[in-house]
C-alpha cells in the first residue's frame, strides 16, 4: 500500500536491550523524520535525514542511531534501552513537491521495562 | 527553553461555533509555520500552514492568522463540528520549510461539545 508505515506498532523490551524501530515510505520523498511524543513535550525531533546517506541529530539524539542506505527505509536504533525511552515514536516523510507539509506514520508505542 | 508554546492544555468548545486555538513563539528566525490535527493511536495530520511573508491563509473552515510582531498565530475553526475533537499541534521552521525538521508545541485537546 502507498503511504508511510512504522512497525512494529506496539513493542515492549527490556532494559538494556537493542530495539530497532521500522518506517518505510512509499513517495520517494527525500526527507524522513523521527519524532518522539511524550506527555509535557509534544514532539521532539530525534533524527532527520535529507536523503539517503545523509542523516543529523535532531533535538533528543542522545541513545539512538539511524540509518538510510535506501530513500523509501530510516531504520531507528535504541542501541541499550533505558527507560526513560518509554515513549510513542512517530516517522515522517516530506517533500518540495509537497510544500515540506509532513506525513507521519501511525507510530509504535515502545514500552522499556 | 520552549520555542513554540501552546498555552491551552484543553479547550472545549460547542459545535457550531468558533474554535480559536493560540500557539506563540519565541525565535525571530522561523518563517513559516503549520498545524497538525491529531486523533488518538494515529499519527498527526497536516491541516494548514502559513509562510512569514502571509498574515492569514485560509482553507475551507480553517483560517490561519500570523501577527509576527507579537510572535502569535492562531487557528480558527468556523463552524465547528464533532470530528474538530483532537489534539492540535503548532509547528514552526526557521528556513528550509522543514527540511531539517519542525519544532513543535505541545498541543491543545480541541473537545466539540454536541
Known amino acids: 500500500d502507498a503511504g508511510i508505515t512504522q512497525s512494529p506498532r506496539y513493542k515492549i523490551t527490556e532494559t538494556g536491550r537493542q530495539v530497532t524501530l521500522m518506517c518505510h515510505q512509499t513517495w520517494s520523498h527525500s526527507y524522513m523524520f523521527w519524532y518522539r511524543q511524550d506527555l509535557g513535550h509534544g514532539l521532539r525531533l530525534i533524527y532527520y535525514?535529507?536523503?539517503?546517506?545523509?542523516?543529523d541529530k535532531g533535538e533528543v539524539p542522545d541513545g539512538y542511531v539511524v540509518s538510510r542506505s535506501k530513500t523509501e527505509n530510516f531504520p531507528l536504533t535504541l542501541e541499550s534501552a533505558t527507560r526513560s525511552q518509554t515513549s510513542v515514536y512517530f516517522c515522517?516523510?516530506?517533500?518540495?513537491?509537497?510544500?515540506?507539509?509532513?506525513?507521519f506514520g501511525s507510530g509504535t508505542r515502545l514500552t522499556v521495562v | 527553553d520552549q520555542q513554540v508554546k501552546q498555552n491551552s492544555p484543553s479547550l472545549s468548545v460547542q459545535e457550531g461555533r468558533i474554535s480559536i486555538l493560540n500557539c506563540d513563539y519565541t525565535n525571530s528566525m522561523f518563517d513559516y509555520f503549520l498545524w497538525y490535527k491529531k486523533y488518538p493511536a494515529e499519527g498527526p495530520t497536516f491541516l494548514i500552514s502559513?509562510?512569514?511573508?502571509?498574515d492569514k491563509n485560509e482553507d475551507g473552515r480553517f483560517t490561519v492568522f500570523l501577527n509576527k510582531s507579537a510572535k502569535h498565530l492562531s487557528l480558527h475553526i468556523v463552524p465547528s463540528q464533532p470530528g474538530d475533537s483532537a489534539v492540535y499541534f503548532c509547528?514552526?521552521?526557521?528556513?528550509?520549510?522543514?527540511?531539517?525538521?519542525?519544532?513543535f508545541g505541545k498541543g491543545t485537546h480541541l473537545i466539540i461539545q454536541p
Open positions: 535525514s535529507a536523503a539517503a546517506d545523509i542523516t
Open positions: 509547528a514552526a521552521s526557521a528556513g528550509g520549510g522543514g527540511a531539517d525538521g519542525l519544532t
Open positions: 515522517a516523510s516530506s517533500s518540495v513537491r509537497t510544500n515540506y507539509g509532513y506525513t
Open positions: 502559513i509562510s512569514s511573508i502571509k
